[in-house]
């Protein structure tokens, strides 16, 4: 499989009383598709996975097949502390017609290399499925490191890998000396350094309620090879990426986000509270401010 464009890890639009609000979920859908992102991810982090049963998540695994339609790929996230658990979310997603596998590092239990490894491939014998691995020791704690990456070489299924760390050097290495992983950006802020170094896609949760601007900076640079273009949009982009990024809010922000294209995210669930207004102020302005600097950009739209 070829991870190309945009990858939108779907948010779950919650009522008040936290239970799924189907209405939102389908609208949310139908924007990013008719935005034109690339492929949507289910069960990732900005979807709150964490916080959901077992069977919630395979309900929304079948929820968004059914809305999706084949339209984009549906990639879904396997992430688990327990293996057995993670290959259980892998079944279950090939069950339902799922395209291919976000596979993480388990969180909180501190594997090594090796042992991501041995808990990834046995993932891959289960279900044989393409993967887009994901790297993100800033909440797991560990790299998938040379040694974790030399044995998933030995599946051609590990054929992507959504890089998180936010470190140049690994940047670097997994562009020179995996080159048979292509490498997605997972972190926003470096997405002009990951499209430079060859990156021919980005997951990006903000995505979800600003699937432009995204999409614009992703055409500036790996399809139209405009990197003074892509400079400049990245350029207004920064600013909400800080708000994201560095404000303790993330899945907060998103959802208010898409609360702002008009479909109704709902609160996040806890232990995680909704923005208060000073926050949804500050972050309105800021995607207020990006878009229209991004819209003055030529050939940006």
Not at 93 to 114: E, H, I, M, W
Request: glycine share 8%; net charge negative.
């Amino acid at each position: 499989m070829q991870f190309e464009g945009i990858y939108t890890p779907l948010i779950t639009p919650y009522n008040d009383d936290f239970s799924l609000n189907e209405t939102a979920l389908a609208e949310t859908v139908e924007h990013l598709i008719g935005a034109g992102v690339q492929g949507l991810i289910v069960a990732g982090t900005t979807g709150e996975y964490y916080a959901q049963s077992m069977d919630e998540r395979v309900e929304m695994m079948r929820r968004c097949k059914d809305l999706i339609r084949d339209r984009v790929p549906m990639i879904v996230g396997t992430g688990a502390i327990r293996t057995e658990d993670s290959i259980a979310y892998a079944q279950a997603a090939k069950d339902v017609g799922a395209d291919a596998l976000l596979v993480a590092t388990p969180p909180y239990a501190y594997p090594t290399g090796r042992e991501i490894a041995l808990h990834a491939l046995a993932i891959d014998r289960a279900v044989n499925l393409p993967v887009m691995l994901y790297n993100y020791p800033g909440r797991m704690s560990v790299n998938m490191d040379a040694e974790c990456l030399d044995r998933l070489g030995r599946s051609p299924n590990f054929c992507a890998i959504k890089e998180s760390s936010g470190d140049p050097d690994r940047l670097h290495m997994l562009a020179r000396d995996y080159p048979h992983i292509a490498l997605s950006c997972g972190m926003d802020d470096q997405a002009l350094e990951f499209f430079a170094w060859g990156a021919r896609s980005w997951v990006c949760a903000g995505s979800n309620f600003a699937p432009e601007a995204h999409i614009a900076m992703y055409r500036a640079c790996a399809v139209d090879g405009d990197f003074t273009r892509g400079r400049a949009i990245m350029s207004a982009m920064l600013p909400l990426m800080r708000v994201l990024e560095q404000g303790g809010k993330f899945i907060q922000c998103i959802k208010h986000g898409v609360t702002m294209r008009g479909i109704a995210a709902g609160p996040p669930r806890k232990p995680l509270q909704p923005l208060n207004k000073d926050d949804k102020r500050a972050l309105e302005e800021v995607i207020r401010t990006m878009n229209t600097t991004i819209a003055a950009i030529p050939g940006a739209f």
